[in-house]
């Protein structure tokens, strides 16, 4: 993998939500690893051994996927130093042929777009995300899906337990109008009760919105990745090389085996920049 060489957060946004992510993952943990699960079975239960595989599994994945995510440098570089021959360079920005990029002065390929936040142009361009504070394209692609996957599974997996914990094992405390109360307005309740009881229900809140939005945010990212586009190409099929094909363009080779580990290798067929060979397999697919 190379690696980038800025990889701070360039603007206030990017950095409020970066940090935001790099604190509320090892909080959530400790919170369900030391409070909800030892709350759920009792101190001594052996339940709480066998939850803590699962837990820490999800903790190495989602932590090295997103660093792994902000880390990785997909940005088109000094690698393109030839255009082929018999192709014309366009001017100003695009993504459909090859063009000369003006902040960048170099010729970018297609598919490739500059982002104004990173200062670079980048290799098949998905989008910016604030949460890891870098553009998400061609070479981190792997990451950022497993990222959010399993960002997926572990709200899931919190929210569950966070239920049964707040409204059944404590729910003599919870269950009233002020719990409701706090919920619906949980920044003005910590303002005002600063109790562990009210950070408890803050955990909770921010793994139940994290649910939905990563819920959203994979099915949104999964059916681009299975349809061959990105953000910028809104249903197009000029690079759909079918299903799996697709998948293994995102995820690499070792596609199947990925969710394990970012560490695994799983190298990708394609070098993110000469996509006319791509273009050309899928019209024959059609
Ligand atoms: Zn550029
Ligand atoms: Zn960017």
Not at 25 to 32: L, R
Not at 77 to 84: A, D, R
Not at 118 to 131: A, P, S, T, W
Not at 190 to 218: A, E, P
Request: proline letters at 3%; aromatic letters at 12%; glycine letters at 6%.
């Amino acid at each position: 993998m190379k690696i980038r060489k800025r990889f701070l957060p360039r603007t206030v946004q990017d950095g409020v939500a970066t940090t935001f992510m790099a604190a509320i993952i090892p909080i959530t943990f400790w919170f369900e690893v030391y409070v909800v699960i030892p709350g759920v079975h009792g101190v001594d239960s052996i339940y709480n051994w066998i939850h803590l595989g699962p837990a820490l599994f999800l903790l190495f994945n989602i932590s090295l996927n997103m660093l792994a995510t902000i880390m990785c440098d997909t940005s088109c570089g000094s690698e393109i130093v030839q255009v082929p021959e018999n192709v014309k360079v366009s001017s100003g920005l695009g993504s459909k042929s090859w063009h000369l990029c003006s902040t960048c002065e170099a010729v970018a390929p297609p598919r490739a777009w500059h982002c104004n936040t990173c200062g670079i142009c980048v290799l098949k361009r998905d989008h910016h995300c604030v949460f890891t504070g870098c553009c998400i394209g061609h070479r981190n692609h792997r990451y950022f899906i497993l990222f959010v996957l399993h960002l997926f599974i572990a709200t899931l997996y919190g929210s569950i337990l966070n239920n049964y914990f707040i409204w059944f094992v404590r729910g003599e405390e919870f269950r009233n109008w002020t719990s409701v109360m706090k919920i619906v307005f949980p920044l003005a309740m910590l303002m005002i009760d600063i109790s562990t009881k009210q950070y408890y229900l803050v955990i909770y809140l921010i793994n139940m919105v994290g649910m939905c939005f990563t819920g959203v945010l994979l099915i949104y990212h999964g059916k681009k990745m299975l349809s061959g586009t990105v953000v910028h190409e809104s249903n197009s099929k000029d690079y759909d090389l079918g299903r799996l094909e697709n998948v293994r363009m995102v995820l690499g080779k070792r596609w199947h085996l990925t969710w394990l580990s970012p560490f695994l290798e799983s190298e990708l067929p394609h070098n993110g920049i000469n996509w006319d060979c791509v273009q050309k397999e899928a019209r024959k697919a059609k």
